[in-house]
């Protein structure tokens, strides 16, 4: 199993412009997160997904889209990117259980908007 | 507003050392607390605590919960330079989405 995979890995990007991170999990796991996470922030919530089709608003939404139209990927656009994008993207999976949900992280994509 | 926070910000030990992490929370509708640890890359589960008083171990790691304070505390005893890394407190809340909220995390230095 890969378990939770990204890409791409690094990115630099101009103000402006955009782009597309794809999150990949091979685990078959119901819900999915994208998080950033900048210095001193921990980790912040973007967007999610509790299933196929289904997205929702985190923390912090405000310039990015998301899609999740198969099971196994959960997609994070930028569409016209801002230097205070800059940041290390996280995307995430976990199990619908009844109880706690511990989450699966994938490496990371370490983006740069000049 | 729900706020986890995490003290202190930064920490450096020598090995051999033993070490506390703390976090505290403020959630409504509280359901677990998660531990992650955070080395180069992708954060890593340590623990999960749903109940008080009742201590997880792992190896020379271990973690408790307070649901009354509202706190938990991770230790690491006789710390070793691979123990170096960002350590993560999260809370899930009774929300059927698995959402969770985090501190800012605390970031350990272990000197040999």
């Known amino acids: 199993n890969a378990g939770v995979t990204q890409t791409p890995k690094f990115r630099v990007l101009k103000t402006g412009q955009s782009m597309t991170l794809l999150c990949a999990q091979d685990?078959?796991?119901?819900?999915m997160y994208w998080y950033r996470q900048d210095p001193g922030m921990g980790l912040r919530l973007i967007h999610y997904?509790?299933?196929?089709?289904?997205?929702a608003k985190g923390e912090v939404p405000d310039g990015y889209n998301v899609s999740r139209l198969k099971k196994q990927n959960f997609l994070l656009g930028l569409e016209s990117a801002a230097p205070s994008q800059t940041s290390v993207y996280f995307c995430?999976?976990?199990?619908?259980?009844?109880?706690?949900?511990?989450?699966?992280f994938g490496p990371g994509t370490r983006l740069t908007v000049t | 507003e729900d706020k986890v926070v995490q003290s202190p910000l930064s920490l450096v030990v020598h090995e051999g050392d033993t070490v506390t992490l703390n976090c505290s929370y403020e959630?409504?509708?509280?359901?677990?607390l998660l531990w992650y640890k955070q080395e180069k890359k992708a954060p890593t589960f340590l623990f999960m605590l749903t109940s008080s008083g009742i201590e997880k171990k792992s190896g020379r790691l271990s973690s408790i919960l307070d649901k009354k304070e509202l706190f938990s505390i991770l230790n690491i005893t006789a710390t070793q330079t691979g123990d170096s890394a960002v350590y993560l407190c999260?809370?899930?809340?009774?929300?059927?989405?698995?959402?969770?909220?985090f501190g800012q995390g605390t970031t350990l230095q272990v000197k040999p």
């Open positions: 999260a809370v899930d809340r009774s929300s059927n989405t698995g959402k969770l909220i």
């Open positions: 995430a999976s976990s199990y619908r259980w009844t109880g706690v949900y511990e989450q699966y």
């Open positions: 685990m078959n796991h119901e819900y």
């Open positions: 959630v409504t509708n509280f359901r677990s």
């Open positions: 997904s509790v299933g196929e089709g289904t997205t």
